[in-house]
Protein backbone atom coordinates (compact mmCIF):
# COMPACT_ATOMS: atom_id res chain seq x y z
CA UNK A 1 0.00 0.00 0.00
CA UNK A 2 1.76 3.16 -0.88
CA UNK A 3 1.12 6.31 1.32
CA UNK A 4 1.56 10.16 0.34
CA UNK A 5 1.37 11.92 3.80
CA UNK A 6 1.14 15.67 3.43
CA UNK A 7 1.63 18.35 5.57
CA UNK A 8 2.25 21.98 6.16
CA UNK A 9 -1.68 23.08 5.83
CA UNK A 10 -3.12 25.63 8.17
CA UNK A 11 -4.77 29.06 8.63
CA UNK A 12 -3.06 32.42 7.26
CA UNK A 13 -4.69 35.73 6.24
CA UNK A 14 -4.86 37.00 2.82
CA UNK A 15 -1.23 37.76 1.20
CA UNK A 16 0.71 35.17 3.63
CA UNK A 17 2.65 32.15 2.43
CA UNK A 18 2.16 28.32 3.18
CA UNK A 19 4.56 25.40 2.02
CA UNK A 20 3.17 21.97 1.96
CA UNK A 21 5.05 18.79 1.94
CA UNK A 22 3.75 15.47 0.62
CA UNK A 23 6.39 12.24 1.68
CA UNK A 24 6.27 9.77 -0.27
CA UNK A 25 8.81 6.59 -1.13
CA UNK A 26 11.49 6.92 -3.72
CA UNK A 27 9.64 4.54 -6.36
CA UNK A 28 6.67 6.51 -6.59
CA UNK A 29 8.55 9.79 -7.22
CA UNK A 30 10.37 8.36 -9.58
CA UNK A 31 7.72 5.72 -11.60
CA UNK A 32 4.54 8.37 -11.36
CA UNK A 33 3.44 12.11 -12.10
CA UNK A 34 3.34 14.24 -9.20
CA UNK A 35 0.91 16.50 -8.41
CA UNK A 36 -1.33 18.77 -6.31
CA UNK A 37 -5.00 18.85 -6.33
CA UNK A 38 -7.41 20.96 -4.27
CA UNK A 39 -11.42 20.81 -3.38
CA UNK A 40 -13.01 23.46 -2.20
CA UNK A 41 -16.32 23.09 -0.68
CA UNK A 42 -19.41 22.74 -3.09
CA UNK A 43 -16.24 22.61 -5.97
CA UNK A 44 -15.24 20.04 -7.96
CA UNK A 45 -11.38 18.66 -7.35
CA UNK A 46 -9.00 20.60 -9.69
CA UNK A 47 -5.08 20.04 -10.35
CA UNK A 48 -3.75 23.16 -8.66
CA UNK A 49 0.27 22.02 -10.13
CA UNK A 50 2.31 19.10 -11.84
CA UNK A 51 5.86 18.19 -12.33
CA UNK A 52 5.96 17.53 -15.63
CA UNK A 53 8.45 13.98 -16.99
CA UNK A 54 11.06 16.37 -18.98
CA UNK A 55 10.90 18.65 -15.52
CA UNK A 56 8.48 21.35 -16.67
CA UNK A 57 5.77 22.48 -14.36
CA UNK A 58 2.16 23.28 -15.24
CA UNK A 59 -0.06 25.34 -13.28
CA UNK A 60 -3.71 26.06 -12.93
CA UNK A 61 -4.10 29.86 -14.41
CA UNK A 62 -5.13 31.17 -11.18
CA UNK A 63 -1.93 30.11 -9.19
CA UNK A 64 0.42 31.09 -11.99
CA UNK A 65 2.98 33.34 -10.39
CA UNK A 66 1.90 32.92 -6.66
CA UNK A 67 2.53 28.47 -6.18
CA UNK A 68 5.68 26.62 -6.68
CA UNK A 69 5.85 23.08 -6.76
CA UNK A 70 8.92 21.40 -6.57
CA UNK A 71 11.06 17.63 -5.28
CA UNK A 72 13.61 16.70 -3.29
CA UNK A 73 14.67 13.57 -4.68
CA UNK A 74 17.09 13.24 -1.84
CA UNK A 75 14.54 12.81 0.77
CA UNK A 76 11.88 12.03 -1.63
CA UNK A 77 9.60 15.00 -1.01
CA UNK A 78 6.90 16.95 -3.22
CA UNK A 79 6.51 20.65 -2.44
CA UNK A 80 3.66 23.22 -2.98
CA UNK A 81 5.36 26.77 -1.74
CA UNK A 82 2.10 29.03 -2.08
CA UNK A 83 2.68 33.22 -1.92
CA UNK A 84 0.40 35.79 -2.06
CA UNK A 85 -2.67 33.25 -0.88
CA UNK A 86 -5.80 34.68 -1.43
CA UNK A 87 -9.27 33.43 0.19
CA UNK A 88 -10.25 31.83 -2.72
CA UNK A 89 -7.05 29.52 -2.57
CA UNK A 90 -8.74 27.80 0.76
CA UNK A 91 -9.75 24.43 0.19
CA UNK A 92 -8.38 21.09 1.03
CA UNK A 93 -4.95 19.84 -0.67
CA UNK A 94 -3.85 16.83 -2.36
CA UNK A 95 -0.98 14.90 -3.04
CA UNK A 96 -1.41 12.55 -5.91
CA UNK A 97 0.61 10.44 -7.88
CA UNK A 98 -0.34 10.04 -11.43
CA UNK A 99 0.43 7.45 -14.12
CA UNK A 100 2.81 7.61 -16.92
CA UNK A 101 2.70 7.07 -20.67
CA UNK A 102 5.37 7.45 -22.51
CA UNK A 103 6.58 10.54 -21.78
CA UNK A 104 3.88 11.97 -20.94
CA UNK A 105 1.82 12.35 -17.73
CA UNK A 106 -1.82 10.89 -17.84
CA UNK A 107 -4.67 12.20 -15.58
CA UNK A 108 -5.17 8.89 -14.07
CA UNK A 109 -4.22 8.99 -10.57
CA UNK A 110 -3.38 5.83 -8.80
CA UNK A 111 -2.38 7.35 -5.37
CA UNK A 112 -3.84 9.88 -3.08
CA UNK A 113 -2.81 11.47 -0.17
CA UNK A 114 -5.25 12.26 2.97
CA UNK A 115 -5.32 16.12 2.49
CA UNK A 116 -3.92 18.79 4.62
CA UNK A 117 -6.62 21.80 4.72
CA UNK A 118 -5.41 25.63 4.09
CA UNK A 119 -7.91 28.58 4.93
CA UNK A 120 -7.12 31.77 3.87
CA UNK A 121 -9.05 35.03 5.70
CA UNK A 122 -9.37 38.33 4.01
Known amino acids: QVQLVESGGGSVQAGGSLRLSCAAP????????MAWFREAPGKERQRVARLENNGDTTYLDAVKGRFTISQDNANNILYLQMNFLKPEDTAMYYC????????????????WGQGTQVTVSS
Open 96 to 111: AAASRLGPFCTSSVQY
Open 26 to 33: GSVHSTYC
